[in-house]
């Protein structure tokens, strides 16, 4: 499945963005899908997930309860709303996804990235 990330921008701290990403091609039934940031000098995370079997959802801890992951599958959409956002939560955004019933684990679909800055 081919991705597009959108909705990333500047934003000052403890303000929101809703980041948004689409499925060109097909839809996400059957996927499981996350959200991954990578900030300068630091490795990548993984910042939320969301399975496709029961719809379970995770977090990061440093996002935990300021962060949501949602998916719309009419329209082969899913998004990551954030909440008081914090200058540490500067970083590029990446969608990903793989097949729930992938082997090996491992995100094999990603977005371009977006760009999220957090500053006064």
């Known amino acids: 499945v081919q991705l597009q990330a959108s909705g990333g921008g500047l934003v000052q701290p403890g303000g929101s963005l809703k980041l948004s990403c689409a499925a060109s091609g097909r839809s996400f039934v059957g996927y499981d899908l996350a959200w991954f940031r990578q900030a300068p000098g630091k490795e990548r995370e993984r910042v939320s997930a969301?399975?496709?079997?029961?719809?379970?959802?995770s977090y990061a801890d440093s996002v935990k309860g300021r962060f949501t992951i949602s998916v719309n599958n009419g329209k082969n959409t899913m998004f990551l709303q954030m909440n008081d956002l914090k200058p540490e939560d500067t970083a590029v955004y990446y969608c990903?996804?793989?097949?729930?019933?992938?082997?090996?684990?491992?995100?094999?679909?990603w977005g371009q990235g977006t760009l999220v800055t957090v500053s006064s």
């Open positions: 969301l399975t496709y079997r029961g719809r379970i959802t």
């Open positions: 990903a996804a793989k097949h729930f019933a992938s082997t090996s684990g491992e995100y094999n679909s």
